[in-house]
């Protein structure tokens, strides 16, 4: 369907306006595999393709034939982001071409660096590691798994114990209930890694009281489902709660800012997908966090291009989501904020451009030597900054 081209635009915009990558080395694309909405292929004035959608194989030729493309025009450093795929495609996609191409998935990776950062952030809140934490997930899709990943794999990193075990701090929810080993056999292949014993349940609230998470993140799509009595389960055994609901629009939030502090006494550490205003609760303002992905994407982007990185290693992503994290200030923290403020995006994606580049240099994946000594100073360098030159 061709009615996706402002979403590569958009993308971009904010690449040159929150990371600085120049504008003249940044192409959208959208690929047209054609459509299966009836009323477009009706259409007379309809400009994509007016055939059903590609599937299986003829898809796949197409995208080889594009990435391969990409690959002997550009060479070996240029980035692909592949944004808005479907589930079952994003999974293959990145598995297939993470290993021979420069690729990105928003969706999964930029979305789990961003919620990781947050975390990580607000454990100098609630105290302990996160492998003190156990994390229970409402929706099981590309966000979902991706986030529970690499969560998994940063508890790995920082306890040496295989990723397999970590694994097992997390839980997921889906439409048909809680993700257990029992339902191995009926589920798609990227849920199941997250398939623990457990007798089958089948409603959150269940889930919730069963599992005792210390953090409840929503990535269903669908609104109003951290009810009452699911945010005061969470409250009944947490000092601190940790909510996240990060479906959007705001009409899909799967709570809003003002029910997560009422129903948890002012106590939860509540951060969303879409924007919240401030909530005063007990004399005191709280502010909800927004877990964008416009914080880690275009720095990221960056810290990739200027290093010349080769491949996108998960230990990048998770150098992405520390710098992040490390800048959050005790002056926030009063806030409960666990993001600092859009306000200073350029410093910050100069922070996480110079984090991921060093990690880049240390695994060998970067390409532009010598490596410069200060990487941040050098990540300020390389930003494009739109102002006309004086020349009177």
Not at 51 to 67: I, S, V
Not at 110 to 131: E, F, M, N
Not at 194 to 220: M, N, R, Y
Not at 362 to 381: F, I, M, N, Y
Request: aromatic share 8%; proline share 5%; charged share 20%.
């Amino acid at each position: 369907m061709l009615q996706g081209m402002g979403i590569p635009v958009g993308k971009l915009s904010l690449y040159t306006a929150l990371g600085g990558v120049r504008p003249s080395v940044c192409l959208p694309i959208t690929i047209d595999v054609g459509t299966n909405n009836k009323k477009l292929l009706d259409d007379e004035f309809y400009i994509g393709l007016r055939q059903n959608r590609a599937t299986g194989e003829e898809y796949a030729e197409l995208l080889e034939e594009f990435m391969s493309a990409v690959k002997q025009n550009y060479g070996e450093k240029i980035l692909v982001q592949f944004e808005d795929f479907a589930n079952h495609n994003a999974f293959e996609l990145l598995a297939k071409y993470r290993t021979t191409h420069l690729v990105f998935n928003d969706d999964i990776q930029g979305t789990a660096s961003v919620v990781l950062a947050g975390l990580i952030a607000a454990l100098k809140v609630v105290g302990g590691t996160l492998a003190d934490h156990t994390f229970l997930f409402l929706g099981a899709g590309e966000a979902g798994t991706g986030i529970a990943e690499l969560i998994a794999l940063e508890i790995s990193k920082k306890t040496d114990a295989p990723i397999e075990e970590t694994r097992k701090k997390v839980w997921l929810v889906d439409s048909k209930g809680l993700v257990v080993s029992s339902r191995k056999e009926s589920l798609q292949h990227f849920k199941q890694p997250w398939a623990h014993e457990h007798e089958p349940v089948k409603e959150l609230i269940d889930a919730v009281q069963a599992i005792k998470p210390t953090v409840l993140i929503g990535t269903s799509g669908v609104g109003r489902t951290f009810t009452k009595e699911v945010v005061e389960a969470m409250a009944s055994f947490n000092e601190k709660p940790i909510i996240l609901a990060l479906s959007n629009p705001t009409s899909q939030s799967e709570c809003t800012a003002e029910e997560a502090y009422t129903w948890s006494k002012g106590r939860a550490i509540f951060c969303s997908g879409s924007p919240f205003d401030p909530v005063e609760y007990d004399g005191k303002i709280l502010v909800p966090g927004q877990a964008n992905n416009a914080y880690i994407f275009p720095g990221f982007g960056l810290g990739l291009i200027m290093s010349g990185t080769v491949r996108v290693h998960d230990d990048l992503l998770l150098a992405a989501s520390e710098a992040l994290a490390a800048q959050v200030t005790e002056e926030y923290y009063a806030k409960g904020l666990i993001y600092p403020p859009f306000s200073n995006i350029r410093k910050i994606s100069a922070n996480i451009a110079a984090n991921v580049a060093a990690k880049s240099y240390e695994l060998g994946l970067a390409s532009r030597l010598p490596r410069p000594k200060d990487l941040v100073k050098h990540a300020e360098s390389c930003m494009y900054t739109p102002v006309y030159r004086s020349y009177r």
